[in-house]
């Protein structure tokens, strides 16, 4: 695999991390997180995306906060 792509998916996976403790810290206040949840899809998708390009099927399962 290549280093550039490998720290892209890495930096990636740690983006989506990111994004679903946000996601579970604003639903725990009762605040809106529809903007959160929309960035968290689209940054799976672009994961997959990049997994897939590079000849790996699936993206790992995450949890879904």
Sequence with gaps: ??????????????QIAELGSSIRQLQKAGLDSASAQLLITRKRGELERLMNSNGTTTTPKTRRG
């Design 1 to 14: 695999m290549d280093t550039n792509l490998a720290f892209k998916l890495a930096e990636l996976r740690g």
